[in-house]
């Protein structure tokens, strides 16, 4: 399977500022998705992300807070805008390729002050 | 909508005992399930798919469409097992859909 590399592994971040979180494949993969995991809480989907266009966005989370890239088929990067405690969470990557089943990032674990 | 529902939080076993994992699902389509598991300071991994009809590390799922289940089972707990598990369905979308998740606890 694809190898994932997911950076930084953890942060502590001022209210307000932003962060961005790079997910490297090594390998060309044909979905990549980012989700979140709060404190005790399961995995959410935030987005798909889509190889040069747009990424399609689940229900309650939003392109102006949650930015995302796809260059190419290989990286994704995942800002999170004008942080606020709520944000702290750990955020994955995880990518598919065909029908294969989705593997995940080790997780950037992201604390907010 | 599809949903996952992993009804325990916590599971403690004896080593050696045998170990059920419950996860139900709703959903209108035909599902595709997977078991994922995290070990302590380790990335979520797959363990098993129901397609596959395999068992990983002693551990088998099978899918009950009329109960809409996918329990997790292993004849005998090892104390390497405990971990967070984490049952997700794949709807036709290709999203998934996890669950609450389970820390099981093995006892020596």
């Known amino acids: 399977s694809a190898v994932i590399s997911q950076k930084p592994s953890r942060d502590i971040c001022q209210r307000g500022t932003s962060l961005t979180i790079q997910c490297q494949v090594d390998?060309?993969?044909?979905?990549m998705f980012w989700y979140r995991q709060q404190p005790g809480q399961s995995l959410t989907l935030i987005a798909t992300?889509?190889?040069?266009?747009?990424?399609?966005?689940e229900s309650g989370f939003v392109i102006d807070k949650f930015p995302i890239s796809r260059p190419n088929l290989t990286f994704s990067t995942l800002t999170v805008s004008n942080m606020s405690p709520e944000d702290s969470s750990i955020y994955l990557c995880s990518v598919q390729q065909g029908n294969q089943p989705q593997h995940f990032g080790d997780g950037t674990r992201l604390s907010i002050l | 909508a599809q949903r996952v529902t992993q009804p325990e939080k916590l599971l403690s076993v004896f080593k050696g005992a045998p170990v059920e994992l419950k996860c139900n699902y709703s959903y209108s389509g035909s599902p595709e399930l997977f078991w994922y598991v995290q070990y302590s300071r380790q990335r979520l991994q797959l363990l098993l798919r129901?397609?596959s009809r395999e068992s990983i590390k002693g551990f088998t799922a099978d899918l009950n469409k009329g109960e809409t289940s996918f329990h997790l089972k292993k004849p005998f707990a090892q104390e390497e097992d405990s971990a967070m598990y984490y049952c997700a369905l794949l709807a036709g979308n290709e999203k998934l859909t996890f669950g609450t998740g389970t820390r099981l606890t093995i006892i020596p």
């Open positions: 390998s060309q993969v044909t979905m």
């Open positions: 992300a889509n190889q040069g266009s747009e990424a399609t966005y």
């Open positions: 129901h397609i």
